[in-house]
């Protein structure tokens, strides 16, 4: 009994006691860490692949504003054209009606 007595206040014991706790905690922290890392790299690609469509779905409707734009920029260089076409036509239509009150 004095031999348990004497072991268990012994600071060997206790030294080794918070060796084995210490190490069972770090252990199991190295588990959960790489639990945690795995599903943060699971979590990391399906991001990744959001992005990627995000960023596909975004290019392409990019690409069709652009489209409209240039067809924009086309029927405005039309309608711009017309208007000059027009103007010159209602030009020529004045001078004629002037030059007919000059000459009455």
Known sequence: ?????????????W????????ATVIREMRKENIEREKELKESNAITRAEAQ?????????????????????NALQSIQKTMITIESRVDRVEKRIYRKREDQ
Do not use: G, P, W, Y
């Open 53 to 73: 469509r995000r960023e596909e779905r975004l290019l392409n409707h990019l690409d069709r504003s652009n489209d409209i734009q240039q067809q924009t920029s």
């Open 1 to 13: 009994m004095q031999l348990a007595q004497e072991i268990a206040n012994s600071q060997a014991v």
């Open 15 to 22: 030294t080794l006691c918070c060796i084995f706790l210490a």
